[in-house]
């Protein structure tokens, strides 16, 4: 027996029991569900609306970016490079 059939088997037991599933089993539930699913009908095409959502969290993950700091990062400026007040002091 593979562990698909194994986990049809107990979603199948779960399933007939009238008793309610203990809280720590809840979560297992609900994936064999999905998976039955799944597995049956396939996946669902995603909707306009759900792309759009998508794209809001996205957009909001990338908006969350801190600018550049320049001025206190050096694996940002060319280190090779002085600005032109420290070339005065050694040109002087």
């Known amino acids: ?11 199948n037991a779960v399933a007939k029991t009238n008793k309610k599933v203990a809280p ?3 979560d297992l539930l609900a994936d064999l569900m999905s998976e039955k699913l799944v597995v049956e009908h ?3 095409e995603a909707k306009q609306e759900d792309i759009e959502e ?14 550049e ?18 070339a005065e002091i050694f040109n002087s």
Do not use: C, H, P, Y
């Open 54 to 67: 998508e794209f809001v969290s996205l957009d909001a993950v990338d908006s969350d970016k801190d600018d």
């Open 42 to 44: 396939g996946l669902v």
């Open 69 to 86: 700091d320049f001025d206190n990062d050096e694996n940002l400026v060319d280190m090779n490079n002085i600005s032109g007040e420290m």
């Open 1 to 11: 027996m593979n562990e698909t059939q194994r986990l049809e088997l107990i979603a």
């Open 24 to 26: 720590q089993f809840e």
